[in-house]
């Protein structure tokens, strides 16, 4: 049974910097894509970011390139979203999540990932 558990989420201020990780364990996380997810109150599940499984090629939503980055650890099973100049409408709980089965593919729809984690929550203060 594949577990990811999210931490690092906090208070920031608007323009501040926060890293989120998430712990894999259950199966080998090296074969697996990943994606980072956030949701809003009040708001629909939206994907931010993911990776294919050797860390070398990502993906990110529009309104966050430049400013967050993933990235993975295969070595300790760790995935990590590291975000700046984060503004107040990206607080949000931010999750991790894993496909179904092993693959290089990054889907971009949370219905394309089975396993995720509780989540870790964002709060950016204006």
């Known amino acids: 049974q594949v577990q990811l558990v999210e931490s690092g989420g906090g208070l920031v201020q608007a323009g501040g910097s926060l890293r989120v990780s998430c712990a894999n364990s259950g199966r080998t996380f090296s074969a697996s894509a990943m994606g980072w997810f956030r949701q809003a109150p009040g708001k629909e599940r939206e994907f931010v970011a993911g990776?294919?499984?050797?860390?070398?090629?990502?993906v990110y939503e529009d309104s966050v390139k430049g400013r967050f980055t993933v990235s993975r650890d295969n070595r300790k099973n760790m995935l990590y979203l590291q975000m700046n100049s984060l503004k107040p409408e990206e607080t949000a709980g931010y999750y991790c999540?894993?496909?179904?089965?092993?693959?290089?593919?990054?889907?971009?729809?949370?219905?394309?990932?089975?396993?995720w984690g509780e989540g870790t929550k964002v709060t950016v203060s204006s």
């Open positions: 999540a894993a496909p179904p089965a092993y693959s290089d593919y990054i889907g971009s729809r949370d219905c394309e990932y089975t396993y």
């Open positions: 990776i294919t499984p050797d860390g070398y090629t990502s």
